[in-house]
């Protein structure tokens, strides 16, 4: 379960959420729905711990991991492979030991060389 405790968020004079206050349940799907640029990936970049820039607060249940799969991979083409899959680390403690043979054919590989499916495979990895 994940809490949503009064989010708050703006962009310069624009406030973008205001005042978010829902519980997410352990399992189902929940479905965020309304016009472009009324905050729906914003509120996923909160609960995924990716946008620290709101007010409120955000509740997890104890030893809840939450991942996100971006509509576009959001692969950064200048990092390996092995580092894209792993940029979570850079952003959160995880004991996640990567196993390398999933990614050793890809050392030397640049992220413009992978097919659309090698993309969403490489971003979902953590997933």
Not at 20 to 32: A, E, K, Q
Not at 66 to 72: E, L, P, R, Y
Not at 79 to 92: A, C, P, V
Request: charged share 20%.
């Amino acid at each position: 379960m994940i809490q949503l405790k009064s989010i708050n968020k703006r962009y310069l004079h624009e406030h973008v959420l205001e005042n978010i206050t829902c519980t997410l349940p352990d399992t189902g799907f929940v479905s965020l729905v309304g016009p472009s640029g009324c905050g729906k990936s914003t509120l996923l970049h909160i609960i995924a711990g990716l946008d620290h820039d709101y007010s409120g607060e955000v509740i997890y249940e104890k030893n809840k991991n939450v991942s996100i799969i971006f509509q576009d991979f959001h692969l950064i083409p200048w990092l390996s492979i092995n580092n894209n899959i792993r940029l979570y680390d850079y952003f959160h403690k995880s004991s996640y030991t990567l196993d390398e043979t999933l990614t050793k054919q890809f050392k030397n590989t640049s992220v413009s060389a992978l097919s659309l499916g090698q993309r969403q495979r490489t971003a979902i990895e953590r997933a």
